[in-house]
Structures are given as structure tokens and as C-alpha cells.
């Protein structure tokens, strides 16, 4: 009896020893919770930084793609390097400053013939190359998103050192999700972006009168986007517009009276998964009475078989300062022959009503991209002037190109 009653008491004594041990354990648990909130609390209370500076990422990332459509020109890659800056303060605005730029090179041969009493021939080989740089800056502010873009360019030949220039500046303003104010110099509305000029890579070819292009120029526009469908408008200045195309192997020259004109141009596109396209018109002015004012409407558009092929294509009527109407009409073909090659073709045709002038082009390409960083390319044109009983010319070129992106 008497070992059970001390049993007894060692089994209470080691129940109380184990309590108090838990007790203590709890206790212990509890402050350490309520010093890590203290220490929490404290935290968000401080800044992260001192007050007045602003929090920095510098990320890669796809290029952005430009309230208004402006679209990337040829040898631009997709991906830019993004720094983003956001503000510490009470204002909600972020800043984004993107970069991105390529340097390219290529041995290019042409050969270029005429024929008739002044017919003469020229061949030439060269290695040319081009540098580009572009900064794209955008903030989110109170009144939607303000963004400017600067693209400057240089082409060199030789040993000459060239000089940099502004190939284009945009600026635009979401003035709501749908609507967007911009203004600079670019691409016109006019530009059918589809056939042989809008959809090619083709580097050092599309040397033929065969595009879709009125030329880039200062312009006001305004954009509504909507789900697959974007509507625009621009007044655009008409200063020297008698150089429209090109003039369509000399059928207008540069007409300096023209420098109190203004012109205007619209453009209405849908895209889609597999289909998208675009109808557009421009129209400028000229103040001269001698001269005609010109203009060009088309339309244009591209399917995609799946990932492995897309066929592009356009046309335009028009007529240029001097009075001289033309249809332009071209295709392209662009097959994926691995993940890292794909090649093109295309055919462009031009009429004239001057002297019934025809010109047919045809290009070619293939591409190795391996990554978005590089491309190497074969290029080869050939086209044809027949100008029916003045004079023919013929023209072609071959070249190997490299681009370099960053």
C-alpha cells in the first residue's frame, strides 16, 4: 500500500512538472508571435527607400507595341530591354524606358541595264551596312497613357562615316482604352502593309516600283481600337508629296510648290488568329495649278495556313502629281521550313497609263534565325521596266546579309 501511495505521488509531481514545462513553452511561443509582429508593424512603417526615389527593374522583354499602330520596321527584333520605374510617393503613375537597336551588314551585287539609243549597263559590288537605335518611353498617368518613340538610324558604304538621322518619332496619348491622340513623323495611313514591299524581310532587295508606299511623313493622327477592328485618321503634310511613290521610275519629281499643302489619310484594319487585313486611302494636295494632286486607295491582307505558311497580299489604284494613274498588285509567300528557317517569294506587278509603262518584279529570300538575337540571310531580285516604245530596263541583285539585334 505504501508503494502505491508514492507511486501515486511521483505520477501528480510529474504531471505538475510536465504542466508548468508546457506553460512555460507557451509563454515563450506567445512573446516571440508578438515580437514578430512588432518587428512586421515596423517594417511598414519604414520605406523601402529614402523618400523621393523610386523603385527600378531592368527586365527583357517583348517590344511594346505603340498606341496609334505604328507597327517595327524591317530588321527590328521583337524583344527590348525594359527598365521600370515605379515611385515610392503617393502618385500611382509608373514609367517604363525601353531600348532596343540592331546593327546590320551585307555583301550586296547589282546590275542594272537599259536599253534603247542612250542604253547603257552598270555593275557593282559592295558591302553596306546600317546601324539603328530606338527608345521608347511610356507613364501611366491621371489622364490614361503618355508615350514618346525616337528611332535614329545611320547607313554606311564604304570608308565615308555617316551621318545619324531621325528615321521616326511618334508621341500619342490614350486619351480612353479605345481612343488615342498621336502625332510625328512615320509611316502614312496610305501604306497598304501586305505583297511584295509591306510583308518581305528582303534586307538590300525591293529595289522595284512594285510597293504599296506613299512614304513616311508629319502627321496628326487619331486611332479607335476595339477588339480586332482599328479605325484611323490622319492630316498629314503634303510638302514635296510629288515625289509620291517614288514617282514611278521619274514620272513626277519633287514639286517645291507644294510646300503650303496638306493632305489626308484613313485606314480601317481587322486581326485576327488566322486572317487580318486593311483598307486605305490617302490624298494630297498641291498648291501648284500646273500639278494634280495625288492619291492612292487599296486594300490588303494575309492568311496564315496554320504555323507553317502565310500568304500576303495587295493592291492599290492611284495617280501622281503629274497626272499619271497606276494599279499595283503584288503577292507574297513565306514558308516555315524548320523552327529556325523560313523562306519567302513574292511577285509585284505596276501599270502606268504614261506610255503604258509595266513593271514586274519578282524576289526571293531564305533566313536562318536561331535566335531573335540574329538573322543570316540570301537575298535575290529581279525586275523589269518596259516602257513600251521609249525604252526597257531590267535590273537584279543578290546579297548575303547578317543582323545583329539587341
Given at each position: 500500500?505504501?508503494?502505491m501511495k508514492l507511486a501515486l505521488l511521483g505520477g501528480a509531481a510529474l504531471a505538475v512538472t510536465a504542466a508548468g514545462a508546457q506553460a512555460d513553452d507557451l509563454s515563450t511561443?506567445?512573446?516571440?508571435?508578438?515580437?514578430?509582429?512588432?518587428?512586421?508593424?515596423?517594417?511598414?512603417?519604414?520605406?523601402?527607400?529614402?523618400?523621393?526615389?523610386?523603385?527600378?527593374?531592368?527586365?527583357?522583354?517583348?517590344?511594346?507595341?505603340?498606341?496609334?499602330?505604328?507597327?517595327?520596321?524591317?530588321?527590328?527584333?521583337?524583344?527590348?530591354?525594359?527598365?521600370?520605374?515605379?515611385?515610392?510617393?503617393?502618385?500611382?503613375?509608373?514609367?517604363?524606358?525601353?531600348?532596343?537597336?540592331?546593327?546590320?551588314?551585307?555583301?550586296?551585287?547589282?546590275?542594272?541595264?537599259?536599253?534603247?539609243?542612250?542604253?547603257?549597263?552598270?555593275?557593282?559590288?559592295?558591302?553596306?551596312?546600317?546601324?539603328?537605335?530606338?527608345?521608347?518611353?511610356?507613364?501611366?498617368?491621371?489622364?490614361?497613357?503618355?508615350?514618346?518613340?525616337?528611332?535614329?538610324?545611320?547607313?554606311?558604304?564604304?570608308?565615308?562615316?555617316?551621318?545619324?538621322?531621325?528615321?521616326?518619332?511618334?508621341?500619342?496619348?490614350?486619351?480612353?482604352?479605345?481612343?488615342?491622340?498621336?502625332?510625328?513623323?512615320?509611316?502614312?495611313?496610305?501604306?497598304?502593309?501586305?505583297?511584295?514591299?509591306?510583308?518581305?524581310?528582303?534586307?538590300?532587295?525591293?529595289?522595284?516600283?512594285?510597293?504599296?508606299?506613299?512614304?513616311?511623313?508629319?502627321?496628326?493622327?487619331?486611332?479607335?481600337?476595339?477588339?480586332?477592328?482599328?479605325?484611323?485618321?490622319?492630316?498629314?503634310?503634303?510638302?514635296?508629296?510629288?515625289?509620291?511613290?517614288?514617282?514611278?521610275?521619274?514620272?513626277?519629281?519633287?514639286?517645291?510648290?507644294?510646300?503650303?499643302?496638306?493632305?489626308?489619310?484613313?485606314?480601317?484594319?481587322?486581326?485576327?488568329?488566322?486572317?487580318?487585313?486593311?483598307?486605305?486611302?490617302?490624298?494630297?494636295?498641291?498648291?501648284?495649278?500646273?500639278?494634280?494632286?495625288?492619291?492612292?486607295?487599296?486594300?490588303?491582307?494575309?492568311?496564315?495556313?496554320?504555323?507553317?505558311?502565310t500568304i500576303s497580299a495587295g493592291a492599290q489604284i492611284g495617280r501622281y502629281n503629274n497626272g499619271t494613274k497606276f494599279w499595283r498588285a503584288s503577292i507574297l509567300g513565306s514558308?516555315?521550313?524548320?523552327?529556325?528557317?523560313?523562306?519567302?517569294?513574292?511577285?509585284?506587278?505596276?501599270?502606268?497609263t504614261y506610255y503604258g509603262q509595266d513593271v514586274n518584279a519578282i524576289l526571293a529570300g531564305i533566313y536562318y534565325d536561331p535566335v531573335s538575337q540574329l538573322t543570316v540571310g540570301?537575298?535575290?531580285?529581279?525586275?523589269?521596266?518596259?516602257?513600251?516604245?521609249?525604252?526597257?530596263?531590267?535590273?537584279?541583285?543578290?546579297?548575303?546579309?547578317?543582323?545583329?539585334?539587341?
Amino acid at each position: 500500500m505504501k508503494m502505491m501511495k508514492l507511486a501515486l505521488l511521483g505520477g501528480a509531481a510529474l504531471a505538475v512538472t510536465a504542466a508548468g514545462a508546457q506553460a512555460d513553452d507557451l509563454s515563450t511561443l506567445k512573446a516571440e508571435i508578438e515580437a514578430l509582429n512588432s518587428r512586421v508593424a515596423q517594417l511598414e512603417a519604414t520605406p523601402s527607400v529614402p523618400a523621393g526615389y523610386s523603385l527600378m527593374t531592368i527586365t527583357t522583354a517583348d517590344a511594346s507595341v505603340i498606341q496609334g499602330g505604328i507597327g517595327m520596321d524591317k530588321g527590328s527584333g521583337t524583344k527590348a530591354t525594359v527598365i521600370s520605374v515605379l515611385p515610392t510617393a503617393d502618385a500611382p503613375a509608373s514609367t517604363t524606358i525601353e531600348w532596343s537597336g540592331y546593327a546590320r551588314a551585307a555583301v550586296v551585287y547589282s546590275h542594272y541595264k537599259t536599253s534603247g539609243e542612250d542604253g547603257s549597263s552598270d555593275s557593282d559590288i559592295d558591302v553596306l551596312a546600317r546601324g539603328q537605335i530606338k527608345v521608347v518611353g511610356k507613364t501611366d498617368t491621371a489622364v490614361g497613357e503618355v508615350g514618346a518613340l525616337i528611332k535614329l538610324r545611320a547607313d554606311f558604304d564604304g570608308h565615308d562615316v555617316a551621318s545619324v538621322y531621325g528615321k521616326e518619332v511618334w508621341g500619342w496619348w490614350a486619351m480612353t482604352p479605345e481612343l488615342t491622340l498621336g502625332g510625328g513623323y512615320t509611316g502614312s495611313l496610305g501604306n497598304i502593309g501586305y505583297g511584295y514591299d509591306g510583308a518581305c524581310n528582303c534586307y538590300y532587295t525591293d529595289n522595284a516600283d512594285v510597293e504599296l508606299n506613299p512614304g513616311d511623313t508629319s502627321q496628326i493622327r487619331l486611332t479607335y481600337a476595339s477588339g480586332p477592328f482599328t479605325a484611323a485618321i490622319a492630316l498629314e503634310d503634303a510638302t514635296g508629296s510629288g515625289s509620291f511613290w517614288g514617282g514611278g521610275g521619274g514620272f513626277s519629281g519633287y514639286d517645291s510648290s507644294a510646300d503650303d499643302s496638306l493632305g489626308v489619310a484613313a485606314e480601317i484594319k481587322y486581326t485576327g488568329d488566322s486572317f487580318n487585313g486593311e483598307i486605305s486611302g490617302v490624298w494630297r494636295d498641291h498648291s501648284d495649278a500646273a500639278t494634280h494632286s495625288t492619291y492612292a486607295i487599296g486594300a490588303g491582307g494575309a492568311f496564315a495556313l496554320g504555323d507553317m505558311a502565310t500568304i500576303s497580299a495587295g493592291a492599290q489604284i492611284g495617280r501622281y502629281n503629274n497626272g499619271t494613274k497606276f494599279w499595283r498588285a503584288s503577292i507574297l509567300g513565306s514558308v516555315n521550313l524548320s523552327d529556325a528557317v523560313h523562306a519567302e517569294v513574292a511577285y509585284g506587278h505596276t501599270h502606268h497609263t504614261y506610255y503604258g509603262q509595266d513593271v514586274n518584279a519578282i524576289l526571293a529570300g531564305i533566313y536562318y534565325d536561331p535566335v531573335s538575337q540574329l538573322t543570316v540571310g540570301l537575298e535575290g531580285e529581279y525586275f523589269k521596266n518596259s516602257k513600251g516604245t521609249i525604252a526597257n530596263s531590267t535590273g537584279y541583285s543578290a546579297d548575303l546579309v547578317t543582323v545583329f539585334r539587341f
